[in-house]
Nanobody, 123 residues
Framework: QIQLVESGGGLVQAGGSLRLSCVASGLTFSRYAMGWFRQAPGKERAFVARISWSGSSTLYADSVKGRFTISRDGAKNTVYLQMNSLKPEDTAVYYC????????????????WGKGTLVTVSS
C-alpha cells in the first residue's frame, strides 16, 4: 500500500524556520514527482511547492517564493520543505502529495496524500 507520512510540524515564532519531511513507501519514489499543499483554518487546500521526479525542476506558489525550498533525497525516499521567514499566515496543516501522472498541480490532480502535519506560526 502506498503511504506518505509527514513530520516536522510544530509551533514557531514569526520570522523563524522549520523543515518538514515526507517519507514515501509502497511506491518507486524516484519515478514520482512530489508536492506540498497546505490548508489553513476555514480555507481550501492550496498548492505550495512541487519537485520533479529527477529533482531538477521546482515550482512555488507566489505566497512562499523566496522563503520556502523543496528538495528530495532518493536514498531516503524523502521529500523536504524548508520554510524560512515564517509568517502567521503560513499557519496551516501541511500535506505532501503525489500524482500517478503529472498533468497539473491542483488538489484534484493528486492521487496520493499524507495525513498532514500542523504548522503554527505565532505573532
Amino acid at each position: 500500500q502506498i503511504q506518505l507520512v509527514e513530520s516536522g510540524g510544530g509551533l514557531v515564532q514569526a520570522g523563524g524556520s522549520l523543515r518538514l519531511s515526507c517519507v514515501a513507501s509502497g511506491l518507486t519514489f524516484s519515478r514520482y514527482a512530489m508536492g506540498w499543499f497546505r490548508q489553513a483554518p476555514g480555507k481550501e487546500r492550496a498548492f505550495v511547492a512541487r519537485i520533479s521526479w529527477s529533482g531538477s525542476s521546482t515550482l512555488y506558489a507566489d505566497s512562499v517564493k523566496g522563503r520556502f525550498t523543496i528538495s528530495r533525497d532518493g536514498a531516503k525516499n524523502t521529500v523536504y520543505l524548508q520554510m524560512n521567514s515564517l509568517k502567521p499566515e503560513d499557519t496551516a496543516v501541511y500535506y505532501c502529495a503525489a500524482p500517478e501522472s503529472v498533468s497539473g498541480w491542483r488538489v484534484s490532480d493528486m492521487d496520493y496524500w499524507g495525513k498532514g502535519t500542523l504548522v503554527t506560526v505565532s505573532s
